[in-house]
């Protein structure tokens, strides 16, 4: 079955440091999302990406999908204490309208 | 955020009880979902409902037992568990046939089986 790895599974930063989250998928997707789910919280919606390529932004967020569709990354630029939580990526496979395959996730610690 | 709410927030149970865990989503959607978020592993999808039916069951154990009365409530039925199903359970819902399908999450159930 479809398979979304996602590294690292820890990252420890010091505020202002930028971060990468990467995620790989062992299929091609139809879309991919990123979802941000605090300490304590549950996963809460960050973006979707869909076409080959694609680069979105939100403020110091920038997400990309890579350009065959099976890769995708999350970077943080110059975090802060908010950005603390586990970054999840899904991904959904052109099979499936309902199935997203979640990665492990990555736990981000900022150090003030 | 009130879009999915779920109850009780936290369980604790023995392994002969039976309980049952409730979702209410308030957003219009036709699709809702249960999954199972375990330490150190990735979100699991345990059950999947689009317009009431179920679409999809992902080889979960028969102690856990799905019910979608209609498009807005979603519960999940546990009886014998095991203590190695203590986790947390995650309520979510969609619409289904957008394009841009987001899932939108409630709180989730902290479960605890002694």
């Known amino acids: 079955g479809q398979q979304v790895m996602q590294i690292p599974q820890y990252q420890h930063v010091q505020e202002g440091e930028d971060f990468t989250t990467y995620c790989n998928s062992s299929t091609t997707l139809s879309n991919i999302q990123w979802y941000k789910q605090r300490p304590g919280g549950h996963p809460v919606f960050l973006i979707q990406?869909?076409?080959?390529?694609e680069v979105k932004k939100q403020k110091r967020l920038t997400f990309q999908f890579g350009e065959a569709k099976k890769n995708s990354s999350l970077h943080i630029t110059a975090t802060q204490t908010t950005d603390v939580g586990t970054y999840f990526c899904a991904g959904r496979s052109g099979g499936s309208n309902y199935k997203l395959t979640f990665g492990k996730g990555t736990l981000l610690t900022v150090n003030p | 955020e009130t879009g999915v709410t779920q109850t009780p927030r936290h369980l604790v149970m023995g392994m002969t009880n039976k309980k049952s865990l409730k979702c209410e989503q308030h957003?219009?959607?036709?699709?809702m979902y249960w999954y199972k978020q375990s330490a150190k592993k990735p979100l699991e999808l345990m059950f999947v409902y689009n317009f009431k039916e179920q679409t999809e069951n992902n080889s979960v154990p028969s102690r856990f037992s799905p019910e979608c009365p209609n498009s807005s409530h979603l519960f999940l039925h546990l009886h014998t568990l095991q203590p190695e199903d203590s986790a947390l359970y995650l309520c979510?819902?969609?619409?289904?046939?957008?394009?841009?399908?987001?899932?939108?999450f409630g709180p989730g159930t902290r479960l605890l089986v002694l």
């Open positions: 979510a819902s969609s619409q289904a046939d957008r394009v841009q399908e987001t899932q939108y």
């Open positions: 990406l869909v076409k080959s390529g």
């Open positions: 957003l219009g959607h036709n699709a």
